[in-house]
């Protein structure tokens, strides 16, 4: 979310609203706004850690018209990274796959630094041996794009078994349960 006006930014205390207002180049917030470190977060039962604010990087060539140009978006997910963000989520879907292209330009100096999360997207009905040699095919698509050897976290974009009305009333968190069971996921 990026507020237009500073005073808006400035009366909400929720961290990742001033995130966003720096990283959009909002330099009148910069001075002392970070008094401490980015807290983390630990995500599952692993050792997996990320920062509290992560950086969904859609927007960036997807979704909410004409994004800024690559160098711009470089640039601002390094200033996220400089700022503590160590979470950054893209999707092959997200520009047909220069989403990853983009955040993998971005992230090559600093990757084994930075937890990655992309997202594949399949549909239709399929077996268990088709969904697991389709799901590598994506995933190795993603790594090439991304310039990397590996993602810390891959997961299905959207289930093809669940409508949006269906999501809206809860059912993709019990099918969710039901896959989970199956042990069909991406880990």
């Known amino acids: 979310m990026f507020w237009k006006d500073q005073a808006t930014a400035r009366s909400c205390r929720d961290r990742s609203v001033e995130i966003s207002g720096i990283i959009m180049g909002d330099t009148t917030m910069r001075s002392g706004w970070r008094e401490e470190e980015m807290q983390k977060r630990k995500l599952g039962n692993g050792d997996l850690k990320v920062s509290a604010t992560g950086l969904g990087c859609m927007g960036f060539s997807h979704g909410y018209g004409p994004g800024p140009s690559a160098d711009e978006a470089i640039h601002l997910i390094r200033n996220a990274f400089d700022l503590g963000c160590t979470f950054f989520d893209t999707a092959e879907g997200y520009a047909a796959g220069e989403n990853e292209r ?3 330009r971005a992230l090559a100096p600093i990757r084994n630094e930075v937890v990655l999360a992309t997202k594949f997207h399949m549909a239709g009905p399929m077996s268990r041996a088709q969904f697991d040699k389709e799901m590598r095919a994506h995933l190795d698509a993603s790594l090439e794009r991304l310039g990397t050897d590996h993602v ?3 997961y299905q974009h959207r289930d093809p ?27």
């Open 161 to 187: 078994r669940i409508t949006q009305d269906q999501a809206d009333r809860g059912e993709s968190r019990r099918c969710q349960r039901r896959t989970d069971q199956r042990g069909i996921r991406a880990d």
């Open 152 to 154: 810390e976290l891959y």
């Open 102 to 104: 983009l955040v993998g």
